[in-house]
């Protein structure tokens, strides 16, 4: 079952401008990954951040968690035209080993 | 990163008729793959987890008989579509997982299959 909710469903917005994208979750986690998905396409992994940190960075992309709000955003900077994509955050549980997905953020950067 | 392929990217069948989708890990042994299915605009639905040497441990209300699952080597997974119609129409993706230090897993996924039952 689908543990995940991400807000917003959709999201557009100028090139240039940052986009926030966020998700919760109902248990107790071990990590949370953030994928990118290109329409008709595979996942992309972005980034993982474990249950003991609060931060990440990668390039234009920053990560947080709040583990005591079960919630985590990823914060594209300087959005490009190819950062059009849908957006999916996914935890794995603790000791569990399965990807629980969210309902994902469509993202739509105008040029 | 690791790389994950699989094959057919599309296929094509007819009703009835039965689909295998090949899911490799190119670069790295997964002991576990997992295989999803994503309706239009929509999520990824978890199907089956894949381990390597026993048998598939399937999601509540997907049938095995219909979705057979082989995983026999450490590279590669097969998902076999029995009898399939119409409303198996739909894009797999499989996974394999990659052990990334600290007690935790990156999954990384295949570029999917779209299957299309006429």
């Known amino acids: 079952s689908q543990q995940g909710e991400e807000d917003p469903q959709a999201l557009s917005i100028q090139e240039g401008e940052n986009a926030t994208m966020n998700c919760s979750y109902k248990?107790?986690?071990?990590?949370l990954q953030w994928y990118r998905q290109n329409s008709g396409r595979g996942l992309v992994h972005l980034i993982l951040?474990?249950?003991?940190?609060r931060e990440k960075h990668s390039g234009r992309l920053r990560v947080t968690l709040d583990t005591s709000k079960k919630s985590s955003s990823l914060l594209i900077t300087a959005s490009r035209a190819a950062d059009t994509a849908s957006y999916f955050c996914a935890t794995t549980a603790q000791g569990a080993q399965k990807l629980v997905f969210g309902q994902g953020t469509r993202l739509t950067i105008n040029p | 990163g690791a790389v994950v392929s699989q094959h057919p990217s599309r296929v094509i069948c007819k009703s009835g008729t039965s689909v295998k989708i090949e899911c490799r890990s190119l670069?790295?042994?997964?002991?576990?793959m997992f295989w999803y299915r994503q309706f239009p605009k929509q999520s990824l639905m978890l199907m089956a987890t894949?381990?390597?040497?026993?048998?598939?441990?399937?999601e509540q209300g997907v049938e095995k008989d219909k979705f057979l699952i082989n995983h026999a080597s450490l590279t590669l997974s097969t998902l076999t579509v029995t009898s399939a119609h119409p409303e198996d129409s739909s894009f797999y993706i499989c996974s394999a997982r990659d052990w990334a230090g600290q007690g935790t897993y990156e999954q990384y996924f295949g570029p999917g299959t779209r299957l299309t039952v006429t």
């Open positions: 670069d790295f042994q997964a002991t576990t």
């Open positions: 894949s381990n390597e040497g026993s048998k598939a441990t399937y």
């Open positions: 248990t107790s986690i071990n990590n």
């Open positions: 951040i474990r249950s003991n940190e």
